[in-house]
């Protein structure tokens, strides 16, 4: 495998490095997998995959790397990102919080920098 290849491709080389060297279990949930210690893996794996995202995110920006991030789901970020704005009324938007007339929602941005990551 190289750094450059596909985003599947890096996906299945970072999963099986994950299971086999860092000694994790990699379980499927959808269209992404959730990355759990165990008591022989480093405690360091949130930092190991950090900065492989944000190695793959300065590749993506110098335009060194051409596919999308193989760390981040966009497709995921994009969903929450419509269940979030999704209003009480079928098939409208939210009315603003200032109208008084649907449940406050905590502003979040549309950003990919949580701890979770897409193998």
């Keep these: 495998m ?13 999963e099986d490095y ?4 860092m ?3 990699v379980r499927d949930k959808n269209t992404f997998r959730f ?3 165990t008591n022989k893996s480093p405690n360091t794996i949130s930092r190991f995959l950090s900065a492989l995202k944000s190695y793959y995110k300065s590749m993506i920006r110098l335009k060194q790397y051409l596919h999308s991030n193989p760390l981040i789901d966009g497709q995921a970020i994009l ?3 419509k269940e979030e704005i999704k209003g009480v009324r079928e098939d409208k938007p939210r009315m603003p919080s200032v109208a008084g007339t649907e449940e406050a929602i905590l502003h979040r941005r549309l ?3 949580s701890d979770n990551f897409i193998l």
Excluded: F, G
């Design 18 to 21: 994950l299971m086999h060297e």
């Design 111 to 113: 950003t990919d920098s």
């Design 2 to 14: 190289l750094w450059n290849d596909p985003q599947e491709k890096v996906r299945v080389a970072i």
């Design 79 to 81: 969903h929450s990102y």
């Design 23 to 25: 000694k994790c279990k």
């Design 35 to 37: 990355v759990n210690l």
